[in-house]
């Protein structure tokens, strides 16, 4: 079997509309008819829509095919047909299809056909241009005619212009994967529909990569997907996802050593098969049957690890990408600073074009992730859920073993630069302040997209893998020069509801350290700035023209927020004094200064001594530590 599939980028619009290519789509008779429903066509169209104006391609999902003749421009659409046939109406919508006779149709389905066939005359209608008889309606697929409604009523509804939107459909991307050849597509197309899943741009990107290497050598290729299957896995540690044969030899016997390779280690290793322990499948493994009993056996045994990520592989994938670039030289405003998932295949395409040989870019990279995923799985926080545990806690932690069984200990941040220093009085404190900062750092900016601070902390540890004490350091320094640049430098401590985050989840570490590493406090997403003497208050209360300084700030949940209204302080401590006892620990200072002086004194005082004392902690904190290069 040609294990090596032909992926081609294919643009919605590149002079002309990918149906008037002279490519034809024949959707099997063995798939479902047309069902995407208002919603999921609603989504798509606000997808592309919503594009920024940075003049970057967009991915919008792949089409898995296969060629009915060889070498004709007929295929069989395997996967991806209602995304296809969406796009079918939407271009025939926009009046952009020229060619007379519809690239698309479906397998012994007539009235899908003819539907299709006669899409304009049914557009023409439903914009209001003709009439057509009620029979005539009757006689097209209900679906179809309903997705043609759909599009005209979120267009209209929603304004969008036209041209605009043409425009944007220029840089909309669609992968076309083609299967290899004799593949048994009923099979395939089964597999695909039992597990429910769709090609993601990282699915594209592993089979771009792997088919790279499976060029020169398919064994290697199967190496490197093993490798990225591991890595893919999110939830739980990197070396729980090979078996124990490819885990002391990558990791040691202890399952703990850095794994300090190069690709040519990896091809030289003498390693058993089966060395994968997830339930993740190639390209190459859904279309080959004899492995599919196999997974079944592996998912129905799976359990859900105890550990769960906070990002998803694709935006792991964005962050290593950040690494490499810093590694290799690279300039890194090539890719941009946001982490953004639709722009994965763009991101790394730039860098695969830049060093113009992608078999040599697949071998690094696949090192490079696995080593970043070692240090990601033991350096950065997780959320730890241990039994009848349903919230879970942040978890800073390390695998060991002991007679071939993995348990979990506190990662061992060392306190000195010679390694032997460390001892058990230090590192807990050290390992309790780095899981302290970072989960600040993580309920501050809880878009995966602006989680810069991880690709930070990556970046350090790549040429420190062994994780000596600089690492709470450097999250320490992103956290204050965050603060610093965002508030501090401005003088203005009157943002009100615009205060960042940070700053008060920043204060709150350096609070809790203050207090003697106050017990029973964590971070949690306390998402909403609230007036503690509110904007407009009740029972006849007066306005306070400084209620928007930084005194009179606190950060709460979003469920606490709607609670607090717009009671008064003494109210709010009366009614959720509970609540305020397990918040944030500026907010329980602000309850206590309550307790002790009338809101009166809080306006004509206490606000502002309280609002100077917490400002001389994060000033004098600042000053002392934050160094002003290396952190941005």
């Known amino acids: 079997m040609n294990h090596n599939n032909k992926v081609i980028e294919l643009k919605i619009i590149d002079k002309k509309t990918l149906f008037d290519l002279g490519d034809k789509y024949v959707i099997p008779h063995y798939q479902r008819p047309y069902a995407w429903e208002q919603k999921e066509i609603v989504q798509l169209i606000e997808d592309i829509d919503g594009l920024s104006d940075d003049n970057r391609n967009y991915y919008i999902g792949s089409l898995v095919v296969s060629r009915l003749k060889k070498d004709a421009d007929m295929f069989e659409v395997v996967d991806g047909q209602q995304r296809l046939t969406t796009l079918f109406l939407l271009l025939n919508y926009l009046n952009l299809i020229k ?17 299709l066939g006669e899409i304009q005359q ?4 439903i914009t209001n241009r003709t009439r057509l008889e009620e029979k ?31 425009e944007k459909l220029k840089r909309v991307v669609l992968f076309r994967i083609e299967v290899p050849e004799h593949t048994d597509l009923n099979r395939y197309f089964e597999i695909m529909n039992t597990r429910g ?58 399952w703990n050593d850095f794994p300090d390779l190069k690709w040519e280690d990896f091809t030289n290793m003498e390693l058993t098969d089966s060395s994968v322990s997830n339930n993740s499948l190639t390209l190459n493994q859904i279309i080959n049957a004899e492995s599919i009993e196999k997974v079944r056996q592996e998912q129905k045994d ?61 071998k690094r990279f696949i090192i490079l992730l696995l080593k970043t995923r070692f240090q990601f799985d033991k350096y950065i926080i997780k959320r ?10 942040w978890s800073l932690k390390e695998l060991q073993v002991s007679a071939k069984k993995a348990y979990y200990v506190e990662t061992k941040l060392k306190s000195f630069e010679n390694s032997k220093e460390w001892n058990e009085k230090t590192l807990g404190p050290r390992n309790n302040q780095c899981l302290m900062i970072q989960a600040a750092l993580r309920v501050s900016y809880t878009s995966p997209k602006i989680m810069h601070w991880i690709t930070e902390l990556l970046n350090w540890l790549a040429p420190n893998p062994d994780g000596k004490a600089q690492l709470l350091d450097e999250a320490l320094n992103y956290a204050r020069k965050a603060v610093n640049d965002n508030f501090l ?8 509801t615009l205060t960042p985050h940070i700053v008060f989840n920043y204060l709150d570490y350096l609070l809790w350290k203050r207090d003697n590493y106050k017990e029973g406090f964590a971070f949690e997403f306390r998402n909403s700035v609230e007036h503690w003497y509110p904007q407009h208050p009740l029972e ?10 930084f005194g009179n700030l606190c950060i709460v949940s979003r469920s606490v927020n709607s609670r607090f209204s717009n009671l008064s302080p003494e109210s709010k401590m009366k009614s959720y004094g509970d609540s305020i006892a397990k918040g944030s620990l500026k907010l329980r200072l602000m309850g206590g200064i309550i307790e002790k002086h009338s809101e009166q004194k809080w306006i004509d005082q206490e606000c502002r001594i309280h609002e100077e004392e917490m400002l001389e902690l994060l000033q004098s904190d600042i000053a002392e530590n934050l160094r002003q290069e290396g952190v941005g």
Not at 99 to 115: D, G, Q
């Open 384 to 393: 730890e859920f241990l039994t009848g545990d349903k919230d879970g806690k």
């Open 197 to 254: 899943e769709q090609l993601e741009m990282h699915d594209i990107l592993k089979a771009d990569l792997m088919g790279a290497i499976s060029q020169e050598n398919e064994a290697q290729g199967q190496l490197f997907a093993t490798i990225w299957d591991a890595c893919a896995d999110m939830d739980g540690y990197v070396q729980m996802h090979f078996n124990t044969d490819w885990r002391a030899k990558i990791f040691g016997n202890s």
């Open 540 to 549: 006849n209360k007066s306005p306070w023209d400084d209620k928007d300084t």
């Open 136 to 166: 005539k309606i009757e006689s097209y697929m209900r679906e179809i005619f309903s997705g043609v409604k759909d599009i005209r009523q979120k267009f209209e509804e929603s304004k969008i212009d036209k041209d605009d939107f043409i």
């Open 99 to 115: 060619e007379p006779v519809p690239a698309l149709s479906f397998e012994c389905r007539p009235v899908s056909n003819t539907t």
């Open 489 to 496: 430098k401005s003088g203005d401590f009157k943002l009100g």
């Open 122 to 125: 049914i557009i023409a209608h």
């Open 302 to 362: 799976y359990e859900p690890d105890r550990f769960e990520s906070m990002i998803n592989f694709p935006f792991f994938l964005l962050h290593t990408l950040r690494v490499y670039i810093k590694q290799y030289g690279h300039d890194t405003s090539t890719v941009g600073r946001l982490l953004d998932d639709k722009k994965l295949l763009s991101d790394f395409n730039t860098i695969i074009n830049l060093e113009r040989n992608k078999s040599r870019f697949a």
